[in-house]
């Protein structure tokens, strides 16, 4: 399995980007996601849809981040609004093959995403 990421970047506190991740290699999947980590810190959890469509969000991204799935391309998209510098981390995309997978099956390269005036 590989996953291809792209949309990082630059942006000004208020702004937003949108990050996509495409998986590749692999036939049938449970979930994609995205989760990330800012220096210093632990990689969590921020984002998760399932190949149905059902979605969750971390508390701290909930009203701001949505996350869409593109079933026929194998690509899940995660829009950013109202970006805070608290939102700065690398964001990396991940996939589960399986309900049951307790961790992630594959792991995007990272992108950076920097949010600052």
């Known amino acids: 399995v590989q996953l291809e990421e792209s949309g990082g970047g630059l942006v000004q506190p208020g702004g937003s980007l949108r990050l996509s991740c495409t998986a590749s290699?692999?036939?049938?999947?449970?979930?994609m996601g995205w989760y990330r980590q800012a220096p210093g810190k632990q990689r969590d959890l921020i984002a998760k849809?399932?190949?149905?469509?059902?979605?969750m969000y971390a508390e701290s991204v909930k009203g701001r981040f949505t996350i869409t799935i593109d079933n026929v391309q194998d690509t899940v998209h995660l829009q950013m609004n109202s970006l805070v510098p608290e939102d700065t981390a690398v964001y990396y995309c991940?996939?589960?093959?399986?309900?049951?997978?307790?961790?992630?099956?594959?792991w995007g390269q990272g992108t950076q995403v920097t949010v600052s005036s």
């Open positions: 290699g692999i036939f049938g999947f449970d979930s």
């Open positions: 991940f996939l589960n093959i399986m309900v049951s997978s307790t961790t992630p099956d594959a």
């Open positions: 849809i399932t190949t149905l469509g059902n979605a």
